[in-house]
T-cell receptor, first 114, second 114 residues
Framework: EPEVTQTPSHQVTQMGQEVILRCVPISNHLYFYWYRQILGQKVEFLVSFYNNEISEKSEIFDDQFSVERPDGSNFTLKIRSTKLEDSAMYFC????????????FGPGTRLTVT | AQSVTQLGSHVSVSEGALVLLRCNYSSSVPPYLFWYVQYPNQGLQLLLKYTSAATLVKGINGFEAEFKKSETSFHLTKPSAHMSDAAEYFCAVSSLLDDYKLSFGAGTTVTVRA
């Protein structure tokens, strides 16, 4: 069964460093999402992406964040200058269509900022 | 804005007993409702979803949920718990107004006693 993959599974970085989290969505999916979950808190929406542009972004998704689909398979989340409060589990998701359709989630990347 | 509240962060059940996880939603427009499950070190997997068809929704692994508009609820049940049901369960809501992004509850951790 097709699945969303994410790399790395765990990333440790120092405050102020740039990180890139990578995701490979399911191949025929057109809509892509990033969510994050800070330890002990809810899973929160960050951004949605369709047709090579951001569809919607949350208040969390400030200028330090960016997303890109550099080729036909990868979908990346970049944090330019990490802060301690960026430490969280980051989930990538994809869906075939927009609307109330299943979003398929990857296993997550645990980002630890020290 | 839409939101969900999950009552009870931890639920402990005996093997073979009823599993009941509570979810109440808030939405100004007809909602779409989802239950996701997360096993340790894995991504979120869709258990079932309500998209305005039948109010009683059956999902995978013997789970079902009933949409009750009058109670703004979407509780998840399973008649007989199995050891493999130990996981974290998330209720989520989406709607057209929010571009179908998922808004998650805080999650309920289920433990199953032998």
């Amino acid at each position: 069964e097709p699945e969303v993959t994410q790399t790395p599974s765990h990333q440790v970085t120092q405050m102020g460093q740039e990180v890139i989290l990578r995701c490979v969505p399911i191949s025929n999916h057109l809509y892509f999402y990033w969510y994050r979950q800070i330890l002990g808190q809810k899973v929160e929406f960050l951004v949605s992406f369709y047709n090579n542009e951001i569809s919607e972004k949350s208040e969390i998704f400030d200028d330090q964040f960016s997303v890109e689909r550099p080729d036909g398979s990868n979908f990346t989340l970049k944090i330019r200058s990490t802060k301690l409060e960026d430490s969280a589990m980051y989930f990538c998701a994809s869906s075939e269509q927009a609307g109330p359709y299943e979003q398929y989630f990857g296993p997550g990347t645990r980002l630890t900022v020290t | 804005a839409q939101s969900v509240t999950q009552l009870g962060s931890h639920v402990s059940v005996s093997e073979g007993a009823l599993v009941l996880l509570r979810c109440n939603y808030s939405s100004s427009v007809p909602p779409y409702l989802f239950w996701y499950v997360q096993y340790p070190n894995q991504g979120l997997q869709l258990l079932l979803k309500y998209t305005s068809a039948a109010t009683l929704v059956k999902g995978i692994n013997g789970f079902e949920a009933e949409f009750k508009k009058s109670e703004t609820s979407f509780h998840l049940t399973k008649p007989s718990a199995h050891m493999s049901d130990a996981a974290e369960y998330f209720c989520a809501v989406s709607s057209l107004l929010d571009d179908y992004k998922l808004s998650f509850g805080a999650g309920t951790t289920v433990t199953v006693r032998a």
